[in-house]
């Protein structure tokens, strides 16, 4: 599904990811006694981070009209700007 | 320097009052850039002072104040460049800027420019909190002082609000255009929305020394006939200025001349403004023959039902109810469902009206509602059961935060607590 979707907004979709459930995460995080290592995701399901995707798109508006094309199953998408282009 | 005489003062402060929205934005159509866009438009008002002072007050000011502050953007542009390096933030469409448009050039507004701006400032993907802030301040060219203050916030918290609203438009790439018609439903809603924020802010002031904010009622009211003259054809803004204008009628006669809450029931109806009555009616109306069923239209029924009323007891109360069923129907929230409350409490009595509230006491979004207190208090004290009345007027009172709310509520707790039991 990703990669039919990925194909026909090729244009657009400059890459992604998905990732497997947020129960195979773990996380590495500051605490009161340095960084710790603890089971499980960052943010708790069910609005885990489950795939990532790289789009290029004029505007905003653009950007959410391909982000609402994207197959489900989702609860929601994010879209965000990306502070560099260049990794 | 001497001071510039009267009249040139009360002309710029009416132009800027009219003309502030088509200044600005078509200066944005040229800078590309709010914030240059704003220092140069607020310079070009200071300019007016003493050219005006000078020369005479011109025959158009806005076109006068739009061609100063474009050549204000002109000479930013030509010192520093800026206006290249900040193109890409707001750039749509091609645009050149023009040639030094010189002494003698008008630079003339495009019908778009002051849709544009709206339609940035309130695009969906802003909070209502930004949309409002940045509605303020740019459409109506309030300060970041005056919005702080409407908003009861201090203005360093203001102002950075505002400024992260703008940094949000120039990051997330919002664009700068008006929405095509696949999108305007949309998209109108949500300046319509804000729209109906702002003056719901200036209706009743949240907190403070008094009960409305007239100055943000008026701005809602301005900006919601601005909308109308640019977009004729949109049934719900036709439908949103209409229950403004219903609402606003009767503002004069909720407060009395000691500056206290006089509520509708009481209210000298030969104070209501026949003239917004008669012209918000003949909107609803169109907006209606339009096949509107929207909240809007809903909303604006339930003033009319109230404005064409000839006296309280003459309210058509059947018909509020089974607008409030409507309204539920399509806007599902606690607070409709609280006014419904009491209207079937004034069309069955008191009696009903508790028994509907009550299971309302149990609703999360309300808990902290003055009103809904307020309304037990009320049908409480109407059957006499004076106790419980002023148990209820004392919870009310520790939950409003506007003072002239309290001292009614103050008043209305004497009264029961004098009474018997």
């Known amino acids: 599904m990703c990669m039919e979707f990925t194909e026909r907004n090729s244009a657009n ?20 006694a340095g960084v ?34 994207v197959p489900p199953p989702w609860d929601a998408l994010e879209v965000r700007p990306l502070l560099s282009e260049t990794a | 320097m001497s001071a510039p005489p009267e009249g040139v003062v009360d002309a710029v402060t009416a132009a800027y ?14 800078t590309r850039d709010f914030d240059t866009a704003e220092d140069c438009v607020q310079d070009a008002y200071a ?31 030509r010192r520093a460049s800026t206006l290249a390096k900040r193109l890409p933030d707001l750039v749509q469409e091609d645009f050149e800027p023009p040639a030094d448009p010189g ?47 409407a908003f009861l916030v201090k203005e360093a918290t203001m102002q950075a609000r505002i400024t992260r609203a703008k940094k949000k438009i120039a990051d997330a790439g919002i664009p700068y255009r008006t929405p095509t018609s696949d999108e305007l439903p949309e998209r109108v809603t949500s300046v319509l929305d804000t729209v109906l924020l702002v003056y719901n802010a200036g209706h009743i002031a949240a907190a403070g020394d008094a009960l409305m904010r007239p100055d943000l009622a008026e701005r809602a009211l301005q900006i ?35 500056g206290d809450l006089v509520q509708i029931e009481h209210q000298d109806r030969s104070l209501w403004d026949r003239d917004e009555i008669r012209e918000g009616l003949d909107l609803l109306g169109r907006a209606t ?48 469902a609280l006014n419904r409350a009491i209207a079937v409490g004034f069309l069955e009595g008191p009696e009903a ?4 509230i009550a299971p309302l006491m149990a609703e999360a979004g309300l808990a902290t509602y003055p009103y809904l207190t307020a309304a037990r208090a009320d049908f409480l004290r109407r059957l006499g059961r004076n106790r419980e009345a002023a148990d209820a007027y004392g919870e009310a009172l520790l939950l409003t935060e506007n003072s002239v709310e309290a001292t009614y509520l103050r008043g209305r707790l004497e009264e029961v607590s004098l009474g018997p039991d």
């Open chain 2, 353 to 356: 009206g508790l028994s509907e």
């Open chain 2, 47 to 77: 300019q007016a002072l003493l050219s005006w002072a000078r020369d005479g007050i011109p025959d158009r000011p806005g076109a006068w104040l739009t061609t100063v502050a474009v050549r204000n953007a002109l000479q930013v542009h």
């Open chain 1, 36 to 69: 710790e290592v603890v089971a499980g995701a960052v943010v708790e399901a069910p609005l885990g981070l489950d795939a990532l995707y790289v789009i290029q798109a004029g505007d905003l508006d653009e950007a959410l009209a391909i982000a609402k094309r």
């Open chain 2, 103 to 149: 002494a003698g050039t008008v630079f003339e507004e495009l019908p778009d420019d002051r849709l544009r701006l709206i339609f940035t400032c309130c695009h969906p993907a802003l909070s209502a909190e930004s949309r409002i802030a940045l509605t303020l301040r740019m459409v109506c060219g309030l300060t970041s002082a005056e919005v702080a203050k």
């Open chain 2, 289 to 336: 023959s339009a096949g509107s069923t929207s909240r809007y239209v809903i909303m604006a029924s339930l003033a009319a039902v109230h404005d064409e009323a000839q006296s309280w007891e003459a309210t058509d109360w059947a018909r509020i109810v089974a607008l409030y069923d409507l309204l539920l129907e399509r806007w599902p929230t606690p607070v409709v």
């Open chain 2, 17 to 30: 009052r009219a003309e502030w929205t088509r200044v600005l934005s078509t200066v944005i159509r040229v």
């Open chain 2, 224 to 258: 919601a006939r601005m909308l109308h003259v640019l977009l004729p054809d949109d049934a719900e803004t036709v439908a949103l200025l209409a229950l403004l204008l219903l609402t606003d009628a009767r503002r004069t006669a909720r407060v009395d001349d000691a």
């Open chain 1, 13 to 32: 979709v400059l890459s992604f990811l998905c990732l497997h459930p947020s129960f195979t995460g773990t996380s590495v995080r500051h605490s009161g």
